[in-house]
C-alpha cells in the first residue's frame, strides 16, 4: 500500500517542490481529527476504549461516548450516568430534584473539560468512561492510520489532498499566475465533490467551513 503522501500526490499531481512533509502531515492529522469528531457514533464503537477513574477525567483529546459508575448496591455493576449541564451541579446532590444521582441512577458533568460522576467515588476507580481518542497525529510517511475506521482513510486522503490544492491557489493568485490558478481551482473542485461524497457515505452531511479554515496552511 502507498504512503499517504503517495497517495495524495496520485490525487494532485507530484507537489513535492511546492508543499512540505509538514504541511501533509498537519493536513492529514487535521482531517483525521475533523472525520473522528463528526462520524457517527455508532461507526465509532468497534475503536472505542474504555477508562477507569475515580470522581474525575480529563476529556481533552477524546469523543465520549458514554459513561459508567459502579453500583456497589448491586453487585458493583456499571450503570450508565446520565448527561447533566453544569447549571444542575447544585441538583444532582439534592434529593428534591429529578436531576439527582443515585448509586442506581448515576450522573456525570462535563465542566471545564473534566468528566465528574455522581454520587462521588466511594471506591478506586469505580467510574468508567467509553471514549474515542481524537487526539492523533498522521505522519505523511504511514500507509494506516491506527485505531481509526479503514473506511473512512480515504476521505482524510481527500481532505489533505484538497488542502495542498487550496495552497497551490493561493501561491498563483500571490504570484499573479492567473492560468495556473485557474487550473489548480478546477483540479480543486473535482477532488472537493470527491471528499464531500465520501463524507456523505460515511454518514456525514457536513463539516463547518470553519473548522477546516483554520487548518488551511
Keep these: 500500500m502507498a504512503t499517504f503522501k503517495q497517495q495524495i500526490f496520485d490525487i ?50 477524546k469523543r465520549i461516548l458514554s459513561v459508567l459508575r459502579k453500583d456497589a448496591n448491586n453487585s458493583s455493576r456499571y450503570m450508565p450516568c446520565r448527561e447533566l449541564q453544569p447549571s444542575q451541579m447544585g441538583k444532582v446532590h439534592d434529593s428534591s430534584y429529578m436531576e439527582f444521582a443515585s448509586t442506581s441512577d448515576p450522573a456525570y458533568i462535563i465542566h471545564n473539560q473534566v468528566i465528574n460522576t455522581f454520587p462521588e467515588s466511594v471506591a478506586s476507580n469505580d467510574s468508567r468512561v467509553v471514549s474515542i481518542n481524537t487526539d492523533i497525529t498522521v505522519a505523511h510517511g504511514v500507509e494506516v492510520i491506527d485505531n481509526f475506521p479503514d473506511e473512512a482513510e480515504y476521505a482524510v486522503t481527500l481532505y489533505a489532498a484538497r488542502q495542498a490544492l487550496k495552497k497551490l491557489i493561493a501561491d498563483a493568485n500571490n504570484d499573479e499566475d492567473v492560468e495556473m490558478a485557474s487550473s489548480y481551482s478546477n483540479q480543486y473542485a473535482l477532488v472537493d465533490a470527491q471528499y464531500k ?12 467551513e470553519r473548522k477546516l479554515q483554520k487548518d488551511a496552511r
Excluded: C, Y
Design 12 to 61: 494532485t499531481g507530484d507537489l513535492s517542490t511546492s508543499v512540505s512533509d509538514a504541511s501533509i502531515t498537519q493536513w492529514l492529522t487535521s482531517g483525521a481529527r475533523l472525520v473522528l469528531n463528526a462520524m457517527p457514533i455508532h461507526k465509532l464503537e468497534r475503536i472505542a476504549s474504555n477508562t477507569n477513574f475515580t470522581n474525575s477525567q480529563d476529556t481533552e483529546g
Design 197 to 208: 461524497e465520501a463524507l456523505q457515505i460515511l454518514g456525514i452531511e457536513e463539516i463547518e
